[in-house]
Structures are given as C-alpha cells and as structure tokens.
C-alpha cells in the first residue's frame, strides 16, 4: 500500500463521513426538539404544502365553530325576548276578547284600553332596545344587508361557520317591535274580511263597513319610544280598498275602546301572534341547525388534524432510534478521523529510519 504525505485520502473520507453523519444527527435533533418531522421544504416540499392546507381547513373550521356558538347565542338572545312579545300579545288578545263582549260598559273598555295600551308600549320597547352586544339591535328591523345609504334591503343575516366564504347559514331578523307587526299586519289580506287597518279615522269601505282598529299613543307616551310609521297608504281586505292614513310622529296601538273595535283586533292579533311565532320558530331551527354544524366541524377537524399529524409530526421511537444510530456513527468517524490523521506520521519514522 502506498504511503502519501500530500493528499491524505483517509482523513478526508472519514471527515466526509463524519459531517454526513453530524449533518443527520443535526435534523434528528431538530425534529425530536420541535415534535415535527417537517421543519423546512427541504424536508418534504409536497407534505409541507398539503400540512399546510389542513393546518388552513383546521383553523378555519375552529373559527367557523365559534362563530356557530356566538350565532347560537344571538337567536338565543332573540328568541328569549320574542318569548315574553308573545306572552304580551296574547294578554292583549285576551283583552280584546273581554272587550267584545257585550257585559262591558265604557268605564271598564277603558280600564282594558289602559291595560293594552301599556303592554303595547312595552311590546315597542323590547323591539327597540333588545340588543346583542349592546350594538346589534335584534328586534328593530335594523339587522341585514344596507344599501350605500344605509338603508336595509333585507333582514337576513348570515353566520360564517365553514372554513371558506361561501359555507354559511342564515337566519331573519324581522321588524318585531309593535309597530312592525301592524305594518306586517297590514300587508296581510285575510286580517278580516269586513274591517280595514286604519290609523286615526277610518274610511268607509265600499260595503259602507269602517272601524277604526288602530289608534295613537302619542297623548300618553313620555318614554321617548320611537314612533311607528305605518308603509302602506292602503289595505286590501276583502277585495275592497280602503284608504289607510301614514303619520311617523305617533306611536300606535290597537283600538278595544268598542265591539267593532275589539273584534278586528282579534283578527290583527292573531295575525301579530303568527309572525312572532314563526320567527321564534325559526329561530330555533336555526339554532339546532348550527349545533349540528358544530359537531359535524368537530368530527372534520379531530380527522384532519390526525391526517396532518401523520403528515406533519415526528414519530419518536423511530427518530430516537435514527439519532442513537448516527450518535454511534459520529462517534466512530470521529475516532477513524483521529487515527487517518497520524497516518502521516508513519512517513516521518520511515525517514528516521
């Protein structure tokens, strides 16, 4: 074998192989120190992409779990104060019954007219000022889409619960208050067949029919409620017209003050009472609709996350196995590196000799 003094190849081939051997225990102890197997694109560009698309789907659907928790808790909101709207509403339905009947005398139709007349009031106040966060205003019909003015141009809401911008569920937030429902009331053509929905005094229909089923509250209201604007200049109810006068300034409430009066209102109440319920109804379904999203997005992300933990985290045993091998084999370089590099010193005893 021939001794050279210049190019010592064994030192430089056991330092090749110690610095791959080092190079390995480096990532091995990168790896096991931060728990994942890829901590660059160098150690896989693919898995580092897919790991991130999940991480993105995994994040988004975590979101998209509290938002479903925080719309639940808006219906929740909503709904509670719709309760006691009904509750009210069918109090005043059951004076109105009182009140038709023909055993009362104008002193006792005004004693029910009082009753009525503060239940409307607080009816409109619940509407106003029920709020979510002390900002959103459920009940008032200012929740929904705005147009640039600001105005609303629906009363639909919608709850981001998925990972992507169009994965949402909806829910309607109508005009509750008092005066909502009459105007929704008013809308409705089988209200009553023979009466019409008029504010202040009525005009007489063609079958010479009028009652006067709404009257003001302005005399009596010092709460600084918002007044109710009636939308329609006039009602359709039993295939006649009936001109219905608009006033923005006072607030409204339903007329028990005669027999006429009182049965109309019936028919108009049970109009009021069929809104409230169906958007508590809705409400409800909304709310076991986005239950059933959370749990559904709960078991996507516990197996996304398992998938992108096989992808993306270190299996321990295995890597711990890999850095004891490339300890040893460090170790063992490092020793052939010591003994290649006194190889030269064999040359200088030939010399001597």
């Known amino acids: 074998m021939a001794i050279f003094v210049n190019t010592n190849t064994s030192s430089l081939r056991a330092q090749n192989a110690l610095s791959k051997a080092t190079d390995k225990l480096r990532d091995s102890y990168s790896k096991l120190s931060s728990g994942k197997r890829i901590n660059s694109a160098k150690d896989d560009a693919a898995g580092l992409q897919i790991a991130s698309r999940m991480t993105s789907?995994?994040?988004?659907l975590s979101q998209g779990n509290r938002n479903a928790n925080d719309g639940i808790s808006m219906?929740?909101?909503?709904?509670?104060?719709?309760?006691?709207?009904?509750?009210m509403l069918q109090r005043i339905r059951t004076l109105a019954l009182q009140s038709a009947n023909g055993t009362n005398a104008e002193s006792e139709r005004k004693a029910i007219q009082e009753e009525a007349d503060q239940l409307t009031l607080e009816i409109q106040r619940i509407g106003e000022q029920t709020s979510f966060g002390?900002?959103?205003?459920?009940?008032?019909?200012?929740?929904?889409?705005?147009?640039?003015?600001?105005?609303?141009?629906?009363?639909?809401?919608?709850?981001?619960?998925?990972?992507?911008?169009?994965q949402t569920v909806t829910a309607e937030f109508a005009d509750l208050t008092f005066g909502g429902l009459i105007n929704y009331a008013v809308g409705q053509t089988d209200v009553a067949s023979k009466h019409q929905i008029a504010f202040g005094k009525s005009a007489a229909?063609?079958?010479?029919?009028?009652?006067?089923?709404?009257?003001?509250?302005?005399?009596?209201?010092?709460?600084?409620?918002?007044?109710?604007?009636?939308?329609?200049?006039?009602?359709?109810?039993?295939?006649?017209?009936?001109?219905?006068?608009?006033?923005?300034?006072?607030?409204?409430?339903?007329?028990?003050?005669?027999h006429?009066?009182?049965?109309?209102?019936?028919?108009?109440?049970?109009?009021?009472i069929r809104?409230?319920?169906?958007?508590?109804?809705?409400?409800?379904?909304?709310?076991?609709?986005?239950?059933?999203?959370?749990?559904?997005?709960?078991?996507?992300i516990t197996n996304v996350s398992d998938a992108k933990s096989r992808i993306q985290d270190v299996d321990f045993a295995s890597e711990t196995a890999n850095m004891t091998s490339q300890n040893?084999?460090?170790?063992?370089?490092?020793?052939?590196?010591?003994?290649?590099?006194?190889a030269s010193q064999i040359a200088l005893s030939l010399l001597q000799g």
């Open 260 to 272: 006429e009066n009182a049965e109309a209102a019936i028919k108009v109440l049970d109009v009021m």
């Open 205 to 258: 229909l063609k079958d010479g029919t009028q009652t006067a089923v709404l009257k003001s509250l302005a005399d009596i209201d010092k709460d600084g409620l918002t007044g109710t604007k009636v939308t329609s200049d006039k009602i359709t109810l039993g295939g006649a017209d009936a001109a219905l006068a608009k006033d923005s300034s006072q607030k409204l409430a339903l007329s028990l003050s005669t």
């Open 134 to 166: 002390g900002t959103l205003h459920l009940l008032n019909g200012s929740m929904g889409a705005k147009d640039k003015d600001g105005k609303v141009t629906d009363n639909y809401v919608s709850f981001q619960v998925g990972s992507h911008s169009d």
């Open 57 to 60: 789907q995994i994040n988004g």
């Open 75 to 87: 219906c929740q909101t909503a709904e509670g104060a719709t309760e006691e709207i009904t509750n």
């Open 328 to 342: 040893v084999i460090q170790q063992a370089a490092a020793a052939v590196l010591s003994q290649a590099n006194n």
């Open 275 to 300: 809104r409230v319920d169906s958007q508590r109804a809705q409400w409800g379904a909304v709310q076991n609709r986005l239950t059933s999203t959370i749990s559904n997005q709960s078991n996507t």
